[in-house]
C-alpha cells in the first residue's frame, strides 16, 4: 500500500498485470467530505470517472466493468478527495488489462517412440497462432524451455519420458513494455520409454 495525503490505496497493486475489470479499492487516513476517481492511459492526461462523490465510511471502491476498457493497455488511476474546497490529489498507481495468451498450440507427434541409440532425447515440433508485436516463451511442465524469448509462432522442444500423463506445452506471449501473458492451454505429448532384456520373455496372456 502507498499512503498520500489521505488516502491509501489497497488494490490492485501498483503496476499490477494481466487483470481484467478490476476493482479499484481505497482506504481513507481521514475523514473527507467527498471523492473522485480519475483514470486514463497517460499518467499526465487523466479523466474523473466519477462525480466528487460524498465520501462514506472508511474507504471506497470503484467498479472499472462498465468502462470497457481495451485489452492489452496500461491504465492510470487516482482517487481525490475534497475537505470544504481544499482537494488533495492522491498518488497515481497503474494496472496493466488482459494480455492474452496465445491459442492453438499443437505439438507434433502426440506420441513420441525413442530408438535405442537415445531413448530420452524425444523431440517435438510445437507451433501456435501467431499474436502481433510480441515474443513468446515455451514451457514444458511448468518449466520454461526457452534462453531467449522466441521471435516465431513454431519450435522444437526436448521431452523426457513421460507416458501418463505425458508432458504438457505451453507458450505465453511476452508483450513490449507489458509483461508477460498466462500460460496458453496445453498440447500433451507421450513419450515412451525401452528396456533392454537379457534372457526370456513369457507371454502369459492366453
Known sequence: ?????????????????NIANPILTWNYNGTPDY???????????????????????????FQTE?????NTTRYYWQVNIKNGETVMEGEIWSFVTT?????????????????????????ATV??????????????????????????NTCDVILDYNMDPGNSIQVTAIYPELGE??????????????????GYVKDETG
Open 1 to 17: 500500500t502507498a499512503s498520500v495525503l489521505n488516502t491509501t490505496y489497497k488494490s490492485p497493486e501498483n503496476g499490477a498485470t
Open 35 to 61: 471523492y473522485q476517481v480519475l483514470m486514463g492511459t497517460a499518467e499526465n492526461e487523466l479523466v474523473a470517472k466519477t462525480e466528487w462523490l460524498a465520501a462514506e465510511g472508511t474507504g471506497g471502491t
Open 66 to 70: 462498465n468502462l470497457n476498457l481495451n
Open 99 to 123: 494480455l492474452p495468451a496465445p491459442t492453438n498450440v499443437t505439438a507434433t507427434p502426440e506420441n513420441v517412440y525413442p530408438d535405442n541409440t537415445d531413448p530420452y532425447n524425444a523431440v
Open 127 to 152: 507451433t501456435w497462432n501467431a499474436i502481433a508485436n510480441v515474443t513468446y516463451n515455451v514451457y514444458v511442465n511448468g518449466e520454461k524451455r526457452n534462453t531467449e524469448a522466441l521471435m516465431t
Open 181 to 198: 501473458s498466462e500460460k496458453s492451454e496445453a498440447a500433451i505429448v507421450k513419450v515412451t520409454g525401452y528396456v533392454n532384456v537379457n
